[in-house]
């Protein structure tokens, strides 16, 4: 087995192993995904021009460009998974060259993203001194980083690994929170981050933050945690399905997500209720599943 780590601040993970597509006539995107520096994958096989087969820690497929990662053997990912990782909570954070504002910026990192935390004497509060997929030594303000709730051991286990909850209430607002931190981001094909996200890439992120390791599309998939319940029993943090769209439920009729739609383009609110001034009849009428982690399993 091969595994390598994303080292660029965003790297596009693509369909096939090319940067474009056609659509409807049209040369699109071959985006489906992006992975977010310091995350672990694992290489699945033979590079083709530049581009490497990857499975990430979350059990996700597709081909990034080799020029955005650096390459480990197992050892090497076990050791930086095990090492004080912390997880960049800020939207844009800067890892600058020495513990001062003024400090040379080495990169800029988006919510998600991993960085590894060393030990440092210094009377500098405020920051802290990482190390950065690369190997790159810098500072970022540890006001921006939170605890890392994942794990990526299933890059060498061959697994999604979950965080066990303890807490049910705790967690949906937890998850429900984190949602939310992403509000005004711009919708994003196969974003993942706060410089642009898509509706799976929203739930499947604010999972992750958590602990849990959601499908990265738009339904519901066997050996993932989430299952299909009633929909008079969703609570906050549950998730709602569309056709092709993925909801987060917030409570009292409100749900978050990322949309494409004119007029809204990102991370907003809107609501099942009719009455509401947030209602999208559009999305109501064609809501079709609720899943959730917890609960009691519909069978169907």
């Known amino acids: 087995m091969r595994f390598c780590v994303v080292k660029e601040a965003i790297g596009t993970i693509y369909e096939k192993a090319a940067t474009e597509t056609e659509s409807k006539g049209q040369v699109v995107s071959a985006i489906s995904d992006e992975g977010l520096h310091g995350m672990l994958m694992e290489v699945t096989g033979d590079e083709e021009e530049g581009y490497l087969p990857v499975r990430t820690f979350y059990g996700y497929e597709g081909y990034i ?10 050892d090497e990912a076990k ?3 095990r090492s004080e990782l912390k997880v960049v909570g800020g939207g844009c954070v800067d890892v600058v060259s020495v513990p001062r504002v003024q400090g040379v910026r080495l990169i800029s990192l988006v919510r998600g993203s991993i960085v590894q935390v060393l ?6 509060a405020g920051w802290d001194k990482v190390c950065l997929a690369d190997g790159r030594i810098g500072y970022m303000r540890n006001q921006y980083l939170w605890g890392k709730k994942f794990s990526q051991a299933g890059v060498w286990e061959g697994r999604v690994c979950q965080r066990q909850i303890e807490d049910e209430e705790s967690f949906r607002r937890d998850v429900a929170e984190t949602a939310k931190t992403f509000l005004g981001t711009q919708y994003r094909w196969g974003g993942r981050s706060t410089a642009g996200i898509d509706c799976s890439g ?5 999972y992750m933050l958590n602990g849990i390791l959601t499908y990265r599309d738009a339904k519901i998939v066997e050996g993932y945690p989430v299952h299909e319940i009633a929909k008079e029993d969703k609570k906050p943090g549950d998730l709602l399905y569309f056709p092709g769209h993925i909801a987060m439920y917030v409570g009292d009729g409100m749900y978050i997500h990322s949309t494409g739609k004119i007029g809204s383009g990102g991370v907003v609110y809107n609501s099942l209720c009719p009455g509401s001034p947030l209602y999208r009849q559009d999305l109501a009428d064609s809501l079709y599943a609720v899943g959730s982690i917890f609960g009691v399993e519909t069978g169907k």
């Open 65 to 74: 460009q080799e020029a955005d990662v650096r390459w480990l053997n197992r």
């Open 119 to 124: 030990k440092w004497d210094s009377e500098e």
């Open 202 to 206: 929203l739930t499947s992120v604010s």
């Open 79 to 81: 050791e930086w998974e």
